[in-house]
């Protein structure tokens, strides 16, 4: 309750640094709450550098929940260095309606501001900048409905690779127009979505190329995992945390990449996945 002091037990370390609201007394850590504060970690081990949400992106401060995990916390904080900039630092900013409303403080990010109107920039561009580290020469190939289809035509274009992309024949031709524009070559096949995927990995095998799948390769999810870290930087510097985050849910690659950043740097977050009922 706002005004009112919280207590909490310090019985295991979780890689957030007690902020100077705290005080002990007879083992316990008080602190006047405003909102809700989230601290697990006693200030004498606490990360030097940015306590609390490691906002400077350097991992050998965090303590990572699950270090064997596929996606690499150093790979998340490192992409943040290859995305071109025009899909960083979108714009993020208490609603202050929708605060009022529902008796919060709720903050909106808005990853759309950006040349492709959409988040998938971010993941695309680390795949691809990756995939050129490695050497891979592989074609690329993938299917999609429009967003996915323009993030990897506009990363293509800009480092001059070729890349085919297979659309229904029912897909949104605004959006099948930018990806030709962006320099894809386009097929449209089948009737719906899956159908379209099916002929992507049809042709992909024939030609020995690399189907890319939105949400499978671990570098799309790392990309995304930006967006945690923009989110917890801004959040930091008013000393406060999340209690929550809500994510979009599709095929999981913003979530996953999200989510892997939170429970390392704010493990306290509950991250919620947002879907629709049908």
Not at 111 to 133: C, H, L, Y
Not at 205 to 218: A, K, P
């Amino acid at each position: 309750v706002a005004g009112e002091y919280a207590a909490v037990k310090i019985v295991e370390c979780s890689g957030i640094g007690l902020g100077s609201r705290w005080r002990e007394r007879g083992g316990f850590w008080f602190a006047r709450c405003h909102a809700r504060y989230f601290a697990a970690k006693p200030q004498q081990t606490a990360p030097k550098c940015c306590a609390p949400h490691h906002q400077c992106g350097d991992t050998a401060c965090m303590q990572d929940p699950f270090p064997q995990h596929r996606l690499s916390l150093a790979r998340i904080a490192g992409s943040a260095k290859v995305i071109p900039p025009e899909f960083l630092h979108s714009p993020q900013y208490n609603c202050e309606p929708l605060s009022d409303a529902l008796g919060c403080q709720l903050t909106i990010k808005l990853d759309f501001t950006n040349p492709i109107r959409s988040f998938k920039g971010r993941g695309a561009s680390f795949f691809v900048s990756e995939m050129q580290q490695r050497g891979d020469k592989r074609a690329i190939v993938c299917a999609s409905a429009g967003n996915w289809g323009q993030a990897m035509a506009y990363v293509c274009r800009s480092y001059g690779l070729p890349i085919t992309i297979y659309a229904s024949v029912n897909a949104n031709p605004l959006k099948v127009a930018r990806m030709k524009a962006l320099g894809a070559q386009v097929r449209q096949e089948g009737l719906d979505f899956d159908a379209a995927k099916d002929a992507a990995k049809a042709y992909a095998h024939s030609i020995n190329g690399w189907m890319v799948e939105d949400g499978l390769e671990v570098e799309i999810s790392e990309g995304h995992g930006t967006m945690a870290m923009e989110l917890l930087s801004g959040y930091a510097r008013e000393g406060a945390a999340l209690d929550a985050v809500t994510i979009p849910l599709g095929n999981g690659a913003m979530l996953n990449g999200m989510a892997r950043w939170f429970k390392a740097a704010s493990p306290a977050t509950r991250v919620l996945g947002v879907c629709a009922a049908n």
